[in-house]
């Protein structure tokens, strides 16, 4: 079996990042940082999701532990919960490697992949991640509005920028494909008053010592090299 490639996100390169990206070399992945870095940060609506993931084929990779900040769509689904969505709306996602028929895919994530991510999480993990939820992905950069996080609110769980296109760009690619999504914040509206970007970001910082531990106790057991 192939190479087990790790794709972090923002949170990797906001407060507390250089652990988490510390955890995820220290075992033998391949690892892309998605935004690039501090100094070279791209935009989510600019990644080049090809880009980044066709060098893993040739590392030897044949599946992906994608890792992503979100916001939260639920009041019970509250900052600090690690969730691994089973499925992604993303009607404004028209990226594709193929420029043929081959581009009407049904892309997802993979199940039985997904299943592993989540029973090697719950066995290691301070508390289970939470198993299925729906991923809506925005445009981005900016955040939503209230009113468009009411209109989305009733048909996903969770809110971000990137995870369903880098989803379909794998799959393209023939690699399995699981994200394990931390909640930085309640989406726009649903907390008590508005936004706060200050806020969010010392969240990051609470969780990416969690999110840094659960990876470091996480991959060893997903076979890194190999399964």
């Known amino acids: 079996m192939g190479r087990l ?11 507390g990042g250089e652990g988490i990206l510390a955890a995820a070399t220290e075992h033998g992945a391949a690892v892309v940082q998605r935004h690039g870095t501090v100094d070279a940060y791209v935009l989510p609506h600019r990644i080049d999701h090809e880009a980044n993931l066709r060098p893993l084929i040739e590392q030897g990779c044949d599946r992906v532990l994608a890792i992503a900040s979100v916001g939260s769509l639920r009041t019970d689904l509250p900052v600090g919960s690690v969730v691994c969505p089973d499925d992604f709306i993303a009607l404004q996602v028209g990226e594709s490697i193929f420029g043929d028929t081959r581009a009407h895919t049904a892309p997802g994530f993979a199940a039985g992949w997904r299943g592993e991510v989540v029973a090697a999480w719950d066995e290691v993990a301070g508390e289970p991640a939470v198993d299925g939820g729906v991923y809506w992905q925005t445009i981005g950069p900016r955040f939503e509005t209230p009113a468009e996080i009411r209109m989305i609110a009733p048909h996903a769980d969770l809110v971000g920028m990137t995870i369903a296109s880098e989803c379909v760009i794998a799959t393209e690619l023939g690699l399995e494909y699981a994200a394990l999504c931390m909640v930085d914040n309640l989406a726009n509206g649903l907390g008590d008053g508005e936004l706060s970007v200050a806020e969010m970001e010392a969240d990051r910082l609470i969780n990416a010592t969690k999110l840094r531990d659960g990876i470091a106790a996480v991959l060893p057991r997903l076979g890194v090299v190999g399964r």
Do not use: D, E, K
């Not at 790790?6 to 407060?15: D, R, T, Y």
């Open 5 to 15: 490639a790790v794709i972090l996100g923002s949170n990797a390169i906001g407060p």
